[in-house]
């Protein structure tokens, strides 16, 4: 199988989403008091890594086995997948909105890519 390259405004979104949910994951929706970034941490991951391998697919594409791959990496995590999922969808969902305001370039849309 051929990887394709992975353009670099996805990168660039990766690294920003990752310094990003780990100062506002409090402040998300999902979030339950109690629960540490270490706790979300793999369904962030999974839902930062299935935009940044896959930028073209959508977030549920059946080809993507997201249930699969986050139980294998869930490690001691205590999010089950129902709420994991809706923590990795938050992760990929901004991951996406960050990619396409890099490539579309209105001037709101740079700021908001320079600060991924």
């Not at 353009?7 to 990766?14: D, G, I, L, T």
């Not at 979300?40 to 699969?68: I, K, N, Q, V």
């Not at 991951?95 to 370039?105: D, F, K």
Request: charged share 25%.
């Amino acid at each position: 199988m051929v990887m394709k390259p992975i353009p670099k405004y996805v990168r660039r979104v990766a690294d920003a989403n990752l310094s990003y949910w780990v100062l506002n994951y409090p402040s998300a929706p999902f979030h339950r008091p109690g629960l540490t970034f270490r706790d979300y941490g793999p369904a962030l991951y999974l839902g930062m890594m299935t935009f940044e391998e896959h930028p073209e697919r959508f977030f549920d594409d059946p080809r993507s086995d997201l249930r699969g791959r986050y139980e294998a990496l869930k490690g001691n995590s205590p999010l089950a997948w129902p709420e994991a999922r809706r923590v990795a969808w938050a992760a990929w969902e901004r991951a996406h909105a960050q990619a396409l305001a890099c490539q579309t370039g209105p001037i709101e849309s740079l700021r908001l890519c320079a600060h991924a």
